[in-house]
């Protein structure tokens, strides 16, 4: 894995995102001995999948799944990976794409870090740990998490004390102060962009008072709270460490609502909540576990077997609309819900020490600033043809996973594939192409 590359690199193939999506197409092309550069604006490799407890419908341990498909990326002979660099824009000349990087800097030079933590140990400053949602804590100097790739610190300007203890103490001399940002341009003959997805902010409904009660989270951190290395090894509530006794799942809290700019399903929202319910049910089994919800749609293989276990297991499933959640005494929520299941009495109030809601999934990414690839209405990167949905507008360029719209695992990994498999016959042909024109001319 390499942590520094020049402009005079010239992959076959420039890989936008290192999540699940991204990953899965590298592999298959370098397979096929292409040369790959994935480009990850992240300080690891492995996008939203790695930060899951476990996934629907399997119930496998998300880790376990994604942790060897990093590993396999980052020791292939025929990829290359950039972390900390972002994708900021892209021409095309003559089917030759050049995408200019961002490089930020870790102020850690990735050659001499031996991933010893030495730094990390000594460091004194401390802020909320991003991977675990915020829940804990990370030094300002720091691997980012146990199982990140690379494994190599990476300071946090905005957290250090300057104090310099960490280059005091790193055996290596891998620390650099002076580091600044630094811009490169690669050329390639294609483009794979899996910039995946971002949820929308938790108070986006301000009727649901997330800013007012840490007890109103929003779904990635229950994923931490149910990860079996998560960040207090069980699931506590964020107020005040308590063990909750009724958890409730507020579904479509940030989609299907066009006042909000997201109309459309983020499709991956019941069957994360049921999971989450499910998991919960095994780690609280005194806890009343209720999911609020429109309609339940468990749209893929297997999905409906989940959700009719799901009810078997004793998860509540209340069928409504939460208008508002109001914070009342001891760090408590009360759900104020219209509900279609009780005909007598629709008006309903109902009491939780924990709210969990399903944000929705917006673009991670805008390719229609700054390159020639088109987004639809909806943000996502627009795939026209019907019987190709890995092309975009721009020939050379293909999209997979959340980057072309909320998406699950199985979908994403599908169409990682199926893109994979069109850039290798895209080149295929404009190489035939370029052989066929030299013999004609000379
Ligand atoms: C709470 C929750 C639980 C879920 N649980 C499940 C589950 O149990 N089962 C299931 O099937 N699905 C689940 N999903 C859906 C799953 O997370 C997605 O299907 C999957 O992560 C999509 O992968 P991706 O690679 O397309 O996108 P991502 O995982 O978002 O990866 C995209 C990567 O691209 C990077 N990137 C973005 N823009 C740029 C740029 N300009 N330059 C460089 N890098 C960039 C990002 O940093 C990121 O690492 C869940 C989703 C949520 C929100």
């Known amino acids: 894995m390499n942590t520094q590359i020049n402009s005079d690199y010239v992959p076959d193939v420039l890989v936008i995102g290192g999540g699940i999506a991204g990953l899965q197409s590298a592999l298959d092309l370098a397979d096929q001995d292409l040369r790959v550069l994935v480009v990850e604006r992240n300080s690891s490799i492995g996008g939203r999948m ?27 002979p025929n990829i290359q990976i950039l972390t900390n660099t972002e994708v900021q824009a892209m021409e ?26 030495l730094c990390e140990y000594a460091c004194d400053t401390e802020y909320p740990d991003p991977f675990e949602e915020g829940l804990g804590s990370v030094r300002a100097i ?28 790193c055996p290596t001399d891998a620390i650099e102060f002076d580091q600044q940002p630094r811009t490169l341009t690669i050329h390639t003959d294609s483009v794979i962009v899996a910039s995946g997805f971002n949820l929308n902010a938790v108070t986006v409904k301000p009727q649901y008072n997330a800013a007012r009660s840490s007890n109103i989270i929003p779904p990635t951190m229950m994923e931490r709270l149910l990860a079996p290395h998560g960040p207090y090894g069980r699931v506590l509530r964020p ?41 919960l049910s095994g780690a609280l089994p005194l806890a009343d576990i209720t999911i609020y919800y429109m309609d339940i749609r468990a749209f893929g293989k297997g999905y409906e077997q989940f959700f009719q276990n799901a009810r078997a297991m004793g998860i509540n499933f209340v069928r409504g609309k939460v208008a508002r959640v109001d914070p009342i005494e001891d760090g408590d929520l009360r759900l104020h819900v219209e509900t279609t299941d009780d005909a007598e009495n629709p008006l309903q109030e109902h009491r939780h020490d924990l709210v969990v809601l399903a944000q929705g999934m917006i673009p991670a990414w805008n390719p229609a600033a700054t390159t020639p690839v088109a987004c639809a209405s909806d943000g996502f990167v627009a795939t026209p043809s019907l019987t190709d949905p890995t092309a975009t507008s721009a020939p050379g360029i293909f999209v997979a996973g959340a980057a072309a719209g909320p998406k699950d695992i199985v979908d994403t990994i599908a169409e990682a594939g199926a893109a994979a498999m069109q850039v290798s016959r895209y080149l295929h042909e404009k190489r035939a192409a370029v052989l066929v024109g030299q013999a004609v001319h000379g």
């Open 50 to 76: 790695i930060g899951l407890s476990k996934v629907f419908p399997t119930l496998d341990c998300a880790s376990c799944i994604t942790t060897p498909k990093m590993s396999a990326a980052a020791h292939h």
């Open 142 to 169: 720091a691997v980012p998490f146990t199982n990140a790739i690379p494994q190599k610190a990476v300071l946090d300007a905005e957290h250090c004390a300057t104090c310099g203890v960490c280059a005091r103490v």
């Open 239 to 279: 107020s005040d460490g308590k063990i909750p006794s009724s958890v409730a799942f507020v579904q479509c809290a940030g989609s299907r609502d066009e006042s909000i700019g997201v109309p459309y399903c983020s499709r991956v929202c019941c069957m994360y909540a049921i999971k989450q319910a499910m998991l």
């Open 92 to 117: 095309t000349r003559n089917g030759i794409h050049s995408v200019r990087l961002l490089q930020k800097p870790t102020y850690v030079n990735f050659d001499k870090c031996i991933g010893c933590r």
